[in-house]
């Protein structure tokens, strides 16, 4: 089945660093990969759906300048999170569902991202 | 959420028990799709049910769907403490919106 790989799985880093996060589909490829924002015990936010090749499409309120995504192959995206501060540390997950698949979608086992 | 409400917030029962959970939705929608989390991990996809479909059935897992009332169901039957989790309901047509999430657990 669809695999979609994401690291790391666990960051901290300190105000003001830069964190990237990477999302893989191992044995698929996806022009679109998506990645969410999830605070403890809420929701899954989308945050931007990343296209290979093109600029990311990024959902209302969420800053394009903080939260760079780069999807430079067709198995590969990255979500950098710039200038990060305490209020970014959350659960970051990434998915993703094979071209032309009208299948579910694959997650990532999410990154947790603490800010100190 | 993006996406719209699902209730309950949160659920207990026991082994062996039935859980419902519902999901309201915002938009109309080609799909929707459930899908469970564990704590601290990703999604896992359950089920997905079409819009031309009323109810699909798969292993313990019964979901319905009515789109007059933008609304669908999941039960789990004969749930197992191996269940218990986050369940979570997704609409979209090119991308995913989640709702609110249920967290079920299931005492042993």
């Known amino acids: 089945g669809a695999v979609v790989s994401q690291h790391p799985s666990r960051v901290i880093c300190k105000s003001g660093t830069s964190v990237k996060i990477e999302c893989r589909s191992l044995d698929f490829q996806a022009t679109t990969m998506f990645w969410y924002r999830q605070f403890p015990k809420q929701s899954l936010m989308l945050m931007a759906t990343?296209?290979?090749?093109?600029?990311?499409?990024?959902e209302q309120g969420v800053e394009k300048d903080k939260f760079l995504i780069n999807h430079a192959s067709l198995t590969l995206s990255t979500l950098t999170v710039t200038s990060a501060h305490p209020e970014d540390s959350s659960f970051y997950i990434c998915s993703a569902r094979p071209m032309n698949s009208l299948a579910g979608y694959t997650f990532g086992s999410g990154t947790r991202l603490t800010v100190v | 959420s993006q996406q719209g409400e699902e209730d309950p917030q949160a659920l207990s029962i026991q082994e062996g028990e039935n859980a419902t959970m519902n999901c309201s939705y915002k938009t109309s929608i080609n799909n929707l799709q459930w899908y469970r989390q564990n704590s601290g991990r990703g999604l896992v996809h359950l089920i997905l049910?079409?819009?031309?479909?009323r109810e699909k059935h798969s292993g313990r897992l019964r979901v319905t769907l009515d789109t007059s009332k933008k609304s669908s169901s999941l039960l789990i039957t004969a749930s197992r403490a191996a269940d218990t989790a986050s369940y979570f309901c997704?609409?979209?047509?090119?991308?995913?919106?989640f709702g609110t999430g249920t967290r079920l657990t299931v005492i042993p």
């Open positions: 990343s296209n290979e090749g093109s600029k990311a499409t990024y």
């Open positions: 997704g609409t979209g047509a090119n991308n995913l919106f």
């Open positions: 049910i079409r819009s031309n479909e």
